[in-house]
C-alpha cells in the first residue's frame, strides 16, 4: 500500500475526532471515488500523481474500518468473519477487472472510471447507512 497505510495511520486520530468511524466508510468512498474521477478527466502527470495518493488514502479508510467492523461482528467466529471479509474483497479483484476491462471497451476510458467512481462513493455512502442501522436493509 506504500504511504497510504502509515499517512492513513497518522492521521485517523484527527479524523476520527472529526468524523467518527462512520464518516471514515463515507468519506474513503467519497475520496477513492474522486481519485478514479480525477484520472478520467485526462490531466497530466502530476495531477495523476496526487490521485493516486488520495485513492491510496481513500482506499485505506473504507478497507481498514470495514475490517475492524468483520472483526467486531462476530467476536466469537472471527477467524470465519475475516475469512469472509478476505474472500470478498478477492472475488472483487478477480471480477473488477473483467467489469472494468468490458466497461472500458464499450464506453471508453472516462465513462468507466467515471462509473467505476460512482461505483466507490455509493459503496461508501451504502457501507455507512447499512451498518449505522442494519435493521432498515
Known amino acids: 500500500s506504500g504511504s497510504a497505510g502509515p499517512s492513513t495511520r497518522s492521521a485517523s486520530a484527527p479524523l476520527s475526532a472529526a468524523s467518527g ?4 466508510w463515507s468519506w474513503g468512498g ?9 484520472f478520467g478527466l485526462g490531466a497530466p502527470w502530476q495531477a495523476d500523481v496526487a490521485a493516486f495518493v488520495v485513492l491510496g488514502f481513500g ?9 475492524t467492523i468483520a472483526t467486531e461482528l462476530a467476536p466469537d467466529a472471527r477467524g470465519s468473519a475475516i475469512a469472509l471479509f478476505a ?3 478477492f472475488v472483487g479483484q478477480g471480477f473488477g477487472p473483467l467489469g472494468f476491462g468490458a466497461l472500458l471497451h464499450a464506453l471508453g476510458t472516462a465513462a468507466a472510471l467515471t462509473l467505476f467512481a460512482i461505483g466507490l462513493f455509493v459503496l461508501g455512502f451504502a457501507t455507512r447507512a447499512v451498518l449505522l442501522d442494519p435493521r432498515r436493509f
Open 87 to 89: 474472500f470478498s474483497f
Open 59 to 67: 482506499f485505506m479508510m473504507l478497507h481498514n474500518t470495514l475490517q
Open 21 to 24: 468511524r462512520a464518516g471514515w
Open 30 to 38: 467519497a475520496a477513492a471515488g474522486a481519485a478514479l474521477f480525477a
